[in-house]
C-alpha cells in the first residue's frame, strides 16, 4: 500500500510455452508462451498474509540490487 518491503527475487524469465500454475489461492492460472514471469519471497510475515488472504494483490518494483 504505497510502502517499502523486503523481497527476495527467486525467478525471472520469459515462458518458453503455454503451462498451467495453481495460485497461491488454489486457483489455476494459464500461463502462455513469452509472458513475462517474476516469482518472489515475501519476507515480512504481516505481508506475505495479506496476499494469501487477497487483501494484497499485485506489487510495482522500485529498487536495488547488489551484484556478488
Same mark, same amino acid.
Not at 24 to 28: A, E, K, L, S
Not at 51 to 56: A, D, F, I, Q
Given at each position: 500500500q504505497g510502502s517499502a518491503i523486503k523481497v527476495n527475487l527467486l525467478e525471472n524469465y520469459l515462458s518458453p510455452v503455454d503451462f498451467s500454475i495453481t495460485d497461491?489461492? *488454489?486457483?489455476?492460472q494459464?500461463?502462455?508462451?513469452g509472458t513475462w514471469?517474476?516469482?518472489f519471497r515475501i519476507l515480512s510475515k504481516e505481508i506475505f498474509a495479506k496476499?494469501?488472504? *487477497?487483501?494484497?494483490t499485485g506489487l510495482s518494483m522500485g529498487g536495488r540490487a547488489t551484484i556478488k
Open positions: 497461491i489461492t *488454489g486457483g489455476t494459464l500461463i502462455k508462451c514471469i517474476q516469482t496476499v494469501k488472504n *487477497g487483501e494484497l
